[in-house]
């Protein structure tokens, strides 16, 4: 069974940087691209940033120049490094993977969700 597992959410004040991580486990024959999502409440999910396989990348314009996406392939794991972190930054941030499992079908799968607070 394939799991999205994220680490690195929490409560930071304005200005400050968070590092998320999400690695991928299970039985996986093949990980194209990797995302961050985020959701505040009352909104809907919204794409934060992804990088491909091959280490392309793309970020919401909102946040391509404070947030950096980087993937591990060998560890099946991609981090966002965020910084100068806003209130409005505030969500649940979910791990996405483009993904085949061994002996089935690509998909789509998602991570359980970290809460990112920005605060004073």
Do not use: H
């Not at 799991?3 to 996986?28: D, K, M, T």
């Not at 990980?31 to 409440?41: F, K």
Request: aromatic fraction near 10%.
């Amino acid at each position: 069974q394939v799991q999205l597992v994220e680490s690195g959410g929490g409560l930071v004040q304005p200005g400050g940087s968070l590092r998320l991580s999400c690695a991928a486990s299970g039985r996986i024959f093949s990980i194209y691209a990797m995302g961050w999502y985020r959701q505040a409440p009352g909104k809907q999910r919204e794409l934060v940033a992804g990088i491909t396989n091959g280490g392309s990348t793309n970020y919401a314009d909102s946040m391509k120049d404070r947030f950096t996406i980087s993937r591990d392939n060998a560890r099946n794991t991609v981090y966002l490094q965020m910084n100068s972190l806003k209130p409005e930054d505030t969500a649940v941030y979910y791990c996405n993977a483009d993904l085949v499992p061994d002996r089935g079908f690509r998909n789509d799968y998602w991570g359980q969700g970290t809460q990112v607070t920005v605060s004073s």
